[in-house]
């Protein structure tokens, strides 16, 4: 049988933000189609809006050439669209084949769940993955006990496992070593022998011309460019991910004509080590704006936890020639290190404890003992003066605030502190473009005034607007280093996809 | 429109007065005999001291949260009120000595119940609920309940009697000890943080806060506090016996509850916690007044608490 998909001049907004103005992609049996694009391009809402993830705001899916509606992933799988998420769908608590048959179990009689039934089965779907995975791991084991490869590969499980027609890989080989890759491209080569067609989305360029047939890249939410994968470079696909080097001229004062030698290296790394990292060195100068770029999850996020002494790590980190190991985050804040956390409402905020506690929370020992008050509210209305933060009163609870004016408020509880070494995880996303403004000329004047920054963010404009150096990360490791002249959006986005050492020339 | 909102300990006391002045208009109350009705209020207000005292350690605990709670609490008070009374064995000069003991049981086995909770992650309720049974069955093994000793005078004339003006001396001590608690929560490092382990944990960690250390102290402070009750509690009895501590646990918790702190921790007050204790006293103090039998009182309590507890619900509903 043959089978088509055609996304045509899909529109997605969320709240006042278009997230896709503009995306087309057409996929038919026997093919691979790589979808491509650099973070934020578009490319995870479109796949969202052709599994029912999300709904379209405008355009229209065809099937087959018959125009389709879902509103949600299981209408779009009764339709044989099948999706293996990059954020995994599992349910820990339960057994790997409880997991993959979720709300489909056969039954027996109509009524009662055949699980001799499903044991069958679910040993016949591990059979495609047959030694590449522990022995431990059978149809029985909670998957809360997996390691994250395994995990993958029960997601893969699951999603095939009423046989789609379509089936849509995001990301899905992220976890997996190189033998499980193999497996798993040789089950795509099945799949398209059977006249499946596939959507494979990855960050890894290698893994992108191995597989895919055709490509399609998107842009700034808008498909820019399609063809055959055969007829293309590394090098072109990245200048179409990229699009001209937009000319971005954000409030780079050209730091480089400071013209003073090398300052001091204020933090030091070498070969750090947990879970994720997998062996970073990085160094970072007296009142220098270190960027930390790459796609999201390459490892970012554990590195400026670990520096923080919030997660054990093996390697080694000095603070101004002084080795440090620190075994809680008040340790490194004793240092003069501060962390604004990438996930505000969840790591960053007391959600209905007042400003004024928010703003203080490191603080409060410097107020004595009972705490003086009166000397907290006109440290804290000080703090919020400065960064012309919009608010009622310093008692009112920090959740009354916009996105935007709580960023503020964990940015200034540590301005309290006057940080030498600031790690900032994200800071602007879903923050206001006026508050973005004022976050970069607080960055520029804390670093004039010797504070040493490690900044990453998933904005790419912003790091090569902002910094005079920036670490490209991918899979655990610096993939890159881009300092000066080479500070070119084409070079981040190519080391970000982990491209080969030539297109990065 | 604008919306009118009272805090809850303003409500719980505003309740209390209204319930006092209803009390006054029943057969055999004191009417309009404003000399009566004013010794009566100090009795009710006496009477509330015990309970209050008791709230403190169980507001802490709660404040905290992480489902925090203190079910040990009537344990140690009983264990605190044994352990006074066979120390001090009348004797004046010995009564500052097993005060010093008992806190520092009660604080001992409140860190056992924090080490408990953190180490082994066995969650609050169930934690302390263990400790319970632990504690009550020491106290039955090593004195069979029948325990040698005397309280000593001083104790009655500072907590039983009126000691200046004709003010109990409970009353007297209840407010010191609640500008201490106002001090320590409001007015302390301590407090701040612990409203902040309240609300967000992985906040307060990575705002350097040392959860661990927080909640391992805020369990010793709490049994600490028990520990205290069951000396104010047994300088009122003037006996000891093994269930004197249990009848105040849920009463204790209830009146936490009814003073508007969060049972999901991160937000309250002392002060509610003491008007939660005073509504209570009241409550019950009205129903013996009306002879109730011991059932319809449990039943008129249970639904006061359901009827004031999803009130404060829906405000919070309305407010986000």
Same mark, same amino acid.
């Given at each position: 049988?043959?089978?088509?998909?055609?996304?045509?001049?899909?529109?997605?907004?969320?709240?006042?933000?278009?997230?896709?103005?503009?995306?087309?992609?057409?996929?038919?049996?026997?093919?691979?189609?790589?979808?491509?694009?650099?973070?934020?391009?578009?490319?995870?809402?479109?796949?969202?809006?052709?599994?029912?993830?999300?709904?379209?705001?405008?355009?229209?899916?065809?099937?087959?050439?018959?125009?389709?509606?879902?509103?949600?992933?299981?209408?779009?799988?009764?339709?044989?669209?099948?999706?293996?998420?990059?954020?995994?769908?599992?349910?820990?608590?339960?057994?790997?084949?409880?997991?993959?048959?979720?709300?489909?179990?056969?039954?027996?009689?109509?009524?009662?769940?055949?699980?001799?039934?499903?044991?069958?089965?679910?040993?016949?779907?591990?059979?495609?993955?047959?030694?590449?995975?522990?022995?431990?791991?059978?149809?029985?084991?909670?998957?809360?006990?997996?390691?994250?490869?395994?995990?993958?590969?029960?997601?893969?499980?699951?999603?095939?496992?009423?046989?789609?027609?379509?089936?849509?890989?995001?990301?899905?080989?992220?976890?997996?070593?190189?033998?499980?890759?193999?497996?798993?491209?040789?089950?795509?080569?099945?799949?398209?022998?059977?006249?499946?067609?596939?959507?494979?989305?990855?960050?890894?360029?290698?893994?992108?011309?191995?597989?895919?047939?055709?490509?399609?890249?998107?842009?700034?939410?808008?498909?820019?460019?399609?063809?055959?994968?055969?007829?293309?470079?590394?090098?072109?696909?990245?200048?179409?991910?990229?699009?001209?080097?937009?000319?971005?001229?954000?409030?780079?004062?050209?730091?480089?004509?400071?013209?003073?030698?090398?300052?001091?290296?204020?933090?030091?790394?070498?070969?750090?080590?947990?879970?994720?990292?997998?062996?970073?060195?990085?160094?970072?100068?007296?009142?220098?704006?270190?960027?930390?770029?790459?796609?999201?999850?390459?490892?970012?996020?554990?590195?400026?936890?670990?520096?923080?002494?919030?997660?054990?790590?093996?390697?080694?980190?000095?603070?101004?020639?002084?080795?440090?190991?620190?075994?809680?985050?008040?340790?490194?804040?004793?240092?003069?290190?501060?962390?604004?956390?990438?996930?505000?409402?969840?790591?960053?905020?007391?959600?209905?404890?007042?400003?004024?506690?928010?703003?203080?929370?490191?603080?409060?020992?410097?107020?004595?003992?009972?705490?003086?008050?009166?000397?907290?509210?006109?440290?804290?209305?000080?703090?919020?003066?400065?960064?012309?933060?919009?608010?009622?009163?310093?008692?009112?609870?920090?959740?009354?605030?916009?996105?935007?004016?709580?960023?503020?408020?964990?940015?200034?509880?540590?301005?309290?502190?006057?940080?030498?070494?600031?790690?900032?995880?994200?800071?602007?996303?879903?923050?206001?473009?006026?508050?973005?403004?004022?976050?970069?000329?607080?960055?520029?004047?804390?670093?004039?005034?010797?504070?040493?920054?490690?900044?990453?963010?998933?904005?790419?404009?912003?790091?090569?607007?902002?910094?005079?150096?920036?670490?490209?990360?991918?899979?655990?490791?610096?993939?890159?280093?881009?300092?000066?002249?080479?500070?070119?959006?084409?070079?981040?986005?190519?080391?970000?996809?982990?491209?080969?050492?030539?297109?990065?020339? | 429109?604008?919306?009118?909102?009272?805090?809850?300990?303003? $409500?719980?006391?505003?309740? $209390?007065? +209204?319930?006092?002045?209803?009390?006054?208009?029943?057969?055999?109350?004191?009417?309009?005999?404003?000399?009566?009705?004013?010794?009566?209020?100090?009795?009710?207000?006496?009477?509330?001291?015990?309970?209050?005292?008791?709230?403190?350690?169980?507001?802490?605990?709660?404040?905290?949260?992480?489902?925090?709670?203190?079910?040990? $609490?009537?344990?140690?008070?009983?264990?605190?009120?044994?352990?006074?009374?066979?120390?001090?064995?009348?004797?004046?000069?010995?009564?500052?000595?097993?005060?010093?003991?008992?806190?520092?049981?009660?604080?001992?086995?409140?860190?056992?119940?924090?080490?408990?909770?953190?180490?082994?992650? +066995?969650?609050?309720?169930?934690?302390?609920?263990?400790?319970?049974?632990?504690?009550?069955?020491?106290?039955?093994?090593?004195?069979?309940?029948?325990?040698?000793?005397?309280?000593?005078?001083?104790?009655?004339?500072?907590?039983?009697?009126?000691?200046?003006?004709?003010?109990?001396?409970?009353?007297?001590?209840?407010?010191?000890? $609640?500008?201490?608690?106002?001090?320590?929560?409001?007015?302390?490092?301590?407090?701040?943080?612990?409203?902040?382990?309240?609300?967000?944990?992985?906040?307060?960690?990575?705002?350097?806060?040392?959860?661990?250390?927080?909640?391992?102290?805020?369990?010793?402070?709490?049994?600490?506090?028990?520990?205290?009750?069951?000396?104010?509690?047994?300088?009122?009895?003037?006996?000891?016996?093994?269930?004197?501590?249990?009848?105040?646990?849920?009463?204790?918790?209830?009146?936490?509850?009814?003073?508007?702190?969060?049972?999901?921790?991160?937000?309250?007050?002392?002060?509610?916690?003491?008007?939660?204790?005073?509504?209570?006293?009241?409550?019950?103090?009205?129903?013996?007044?009306?002879?109730?039998?011991?059932?319809?009182?449990?039943?008129?309590?249970?639904?006061?608490?359901?009827?004031?507890?999803?009130?404060?619900?829906?405000?919070?509903?309305?407010?986000?």
């Amino acid at each position: 049988m043959t089978t088509s998909l055609s996304a045509q001049n899909i529109v997605k907004r969320y709240g006042g933000v278009v997230a896709l103005s503009d995306g087309n992609l057409d996929v038919h049996s026997g093919e691979v189609l790589a979808l491509i694009g650099a973070n934020g391009s578009g490319k995870s809402t479109l796949t969202k809006v052709i599994n029912g993830v999300v709904v379209l705001d405008g355009g229209q899916l065809l099937l087959d050439d018959k125009p389709i509606n879902f509103d949600s992933p299981q209408a779009a799988k009764r339709m044989g669209i099948g999706t293996v998420f990059q954020e995994l769908s599992l349910v820990p608590k339960m057994t790997v084949a409880e997991n993959i048959w979720l709300a489909r179990e056969p039954l027996r009689s109509g009524i009662f769940v055949d699980a001799k039934e499903i044991k069958t089965r679910t040993k016949n779907l591990l059979h495609l993955f047959e030694g590449t995975y522990r022995a431990a791991m059978h149809s029985d084991v909670p998957v809360s006990t997996l390691p994250p490869d395994e995990l993958q590969i029960v997601e893969i499980l699951k999603a095939i496992s009423f046989n789609p027609n379509i089936i849509i890989l995001d990301e899905a080989t992220a976890s997996l070593d190189n033998r499980q890759v193999q497996r798993l491209f040789d089950l795509v080569r099945q799949w398209k022998a059977d006249g499946k067609a596939i959507i494979f989305v990855s960050h890894r360029m290698e893994e992108i011309f191995r597989i895919a047939d055709r490509y399609t890249v998107l842009r700034n939410g808008k498909t820019v460019d399609s063809g055959d994968m055969k007829d293309i470079t590394e090098k072109e696909l990245v200048n179409r991910m990229v699009g001209k080097d937009t000319v971005y001229s954000l409030s780079r004062t050209d730091h480089q004509e400071k013209g003073e030698g090398p300052k001091p290296v204020r933090l030091a790394v070498e070969n750090l080590q947990t879970r994720v990292l997998k062996g970073v060195g990085l160094a970072v100068h007296e009142g220098e704006l270190l960027g930390l770029g790459g796609l999201k999850g390459q490892g970012q996020r554990d590195l400026l936890l670990a520096l923080f002494g919030d997660i054990p790590y093996e390697g080694k980190v000095t603070v101004n020639g002084k080795e440090v190991n620190f075994p809680h985050p008040k340790n490194a804040i004793r240092e003069s290190i501060a962390l604004v956390p990438g996930d505000r409402s969840r790591e960053g905020l007391l959600s209905i404890r007042s400003i004024l506690e928010n703003l203080m929370l490191p603080s409060w020992t410097n107020y004595g003992f009972p705490l003086r008050m009166r000397r907290s509210y006109e440290d804290g209305n000080r703090v919020a003066s400065d960064l012309n933060l919009v608010m009622r009163n310093l008692s009112d609870p920090v959740n009354s605030l916009s996105g935007g004016n709580a960023q503020k408020v964990i940015i200034g509880k540590w301005l309290l502190k006057k940080p030498k070494i600031l790690l900032l995880d994200d800071p602007t996303k879903g923050v206001d473009v006026g508050t973005k403004g004022e976050f970069y000329r607080l960055l520029q004047q804390l670093c004039s005034e010797g504070t040493s920054i490690i900044f990453h963010s998933s904005d790419d404009e912003e790091l090569i607007g902002l910094c005079d150096r920036i670490l490209v990360m991918f899979e655990g490791k610096i993939r890159a280093e881009l300092a000066g002249a080479n500070i070119t959006k084409a070079k981040l986005v190519a080391a970000s996809m982990g491209a080969s050492e030539e297109s990065l020339a | 429109m604008k919306k009118i909102s009272i805090s809850p300990p303003v $409500a719980a006391v505003l309740l $209390a007065v +209204i319930l006092f002045i209803f009390s006054g208009f029943l057969p055999n109350s004191f009417g309009t005999n404003t000399q009566v009705a004013i010794s009566q209020a100090v009795n009710i207000i006496r009477l509330s001291v015990f309970l209050g005292i008791i709230a403190a350690g169980q507001t802490l605990v709660i404040i905290s949260g992480g489902e925090g709670i203190d079910l040990s $609490a009537g344990a140690v008070v009983t264990l605190s009120a044994i352990l006074t009374w066979t120390i001090v064995l009348g004797k004046d000069e010995r009564v500052l000595p097993a005060l010093v003991v008992v806190l520092l049981v009660g604080a001992l086995v409140g860190l056992i119940n924090g080490a408990g909770i953190i180490f082994l992650k +066995i969650s609050p309720f169930v934690m302390t609920l263990g400790m319970s049974g632990v504690i009550t069955g020491l106290v039955i093994i090593v004195n069979h309940g029948n325990a040698p000793g005397r309280l000593a005078p001083i104790m009655t004339r500072v907590i039983a009697r009126p000691l200046f003006l004709g003010i109990p001396g409970a009353i007297i001590i209840y407010v010191f000890f $609640a500008a201490l608690m106002w001090i320590i929560l409001e007015r302390s490092t301590f407090g701040k943080n612990l409203f902040a382990i309240g609300v967000n944990r992985v906040t307060a960690k990575l705002s350097g806060v040392n959860v661990t250390r927080m909640v391992l102290a805020t369990y010793a402070l709490a049994g600490a506090l028990a520990a205290f009750g069951g000396f104010m509690v047994v300088g009122n009895t003037q006996v000891v016996f093994l269930n004197l501590g249990a009848p105040f646990l849920f009463p204790s918790i209830a009146a936490v509850a009814v003073g508007g702190t969060l049972l999901s921790g991160g937000k309250g007050s002392y002060f509610g916690s003491m008007a939660g204790a005073l509504v209570l006293i009241l409550i019950s103090s009205v129903l013996t007044t009306m002879q109730m039998i011991d059932a319809v009182r449990q039943m008129v309590l249970g639904a006061t608490l359901l009827i004031i507890i999803s009130i404060y619900g829906r405000q919070r509903g309305f407010r986000q």
